[in-house]
């Protein structure tokens, strides 16, 4: 258990409906991170939040936004779905603000699988 | 940009060695990681290197980077069923992230 919940994990939807995906990172971790992994494209960095603010941001479609509140838990909001969102999406967090210069241990979720029919 | 490339697909025998090989692109990258996906999980921190470290060796597992090259590779020893998973090689990112590779899928037969 990495201490790192996701919720829902299994979502079933619609093309042109909107989810959201909840993640509650570990006690303690500041940042959180959210990663898209597909069969063709691997895993993608979508965006990070560190203590509420956007800290960096990859490959995030303009129909997808996310946020970080105040109890550090964050959510990832999917709208507009197309068949191609259909992925499993991930939640990591970790203490550290920056993993470039750092032991960046990446704590991971189980993840939510988005399947949009 | 940022790219992690490694093979999607490595199969062993029960016993043997594995040697899971990934390249990088950001030779300013301090640590260079090795993350372990099981079925039905989330990725795992296998083990990491200092990019100022030719080698590593953890037990059973053994990390060689070749700076020069941007090359990294993971030696599992005595590879046994349970090790069968996905295997994710992953360089610190400009943004502070970390990149992951599309991940190689390790089968162990028996």
């Known amino acids: 258990d990495s201490g790192v919940t996701q919720t829902p994990k299994h979502l079933i939807t619609a093309t042109g409906q909107r989810v959201t995906l909840r993640c509650s990172p570990r006690?303690?971790?500041?940042?959180v991170y959210w990663y898209q992994q597909s069969l063709d494209q691997g895993l993608q960095f979508l965006i990070q939040?560190?203590?509420?603010?956007?800290?960096a941001k990859g490959n995030i479609l303009e129909r997808f936004s996310a946020q970080q509140f105040p109890d550090l838990h964050s959510e990832l909001n999917l709208s507009s779905l197309e068949l191609g969102d259909s992925a499993l999406y991930f939640c990591?967090?970790?203490?550290?603000?920056?993993?470039?210069?750092?032991?960046?241990?990446?704590?991971f979720g189980e993840g939510s699988r988005l399947t949009v029919l | 940009g940022e790219d992690v490339e490694q093979s999607l697909f490595l199969s062993v025998r029960e016993g043997d060695s594995s040697v899971i090989n990934c390249t990088y692109t950001?030779?300013?990258?301090?640590?260079l990681y090795w993350y372990k996906q099981e079925p039905g999980a989330g990725l795992q921190l296998l083990t990491y290197?200092?990019?100022?470290?030719d080698m590593k060796q953890d037990q059973r597992l053994t990390v060689l980077l070749n700076k020069k090259d941007k090359h990294l590779s993971l030696r599992i020893a005595d590879t046994q069923t349970g090790d069968s998973a996905i295997y994710f090689c992953?360089?610190?990112?400009?943004?502070?992230?970390?990149?992951f590779g599309k991940g190689t899928k390790l089968s162990v037969k028996p």
């Open positions: 990591a967090s970790s203490v550290e603000v920056d993993l470039r210069g750092v032991t960046g241990e990446l704590f």
């Open positions: 939040y560190y203590n509420g603010e956007e800290r």
């Open positions: 950001d030779s300013s990258s301090t640590y």
């Open positions: 006690s303690g971790d500041l940042s």
């Open positions: 992953a360089e610190g990112g400009s943004q502070g992230n970390l990149i």
């Open positions: 290197i200092f990019s100022n470290m």
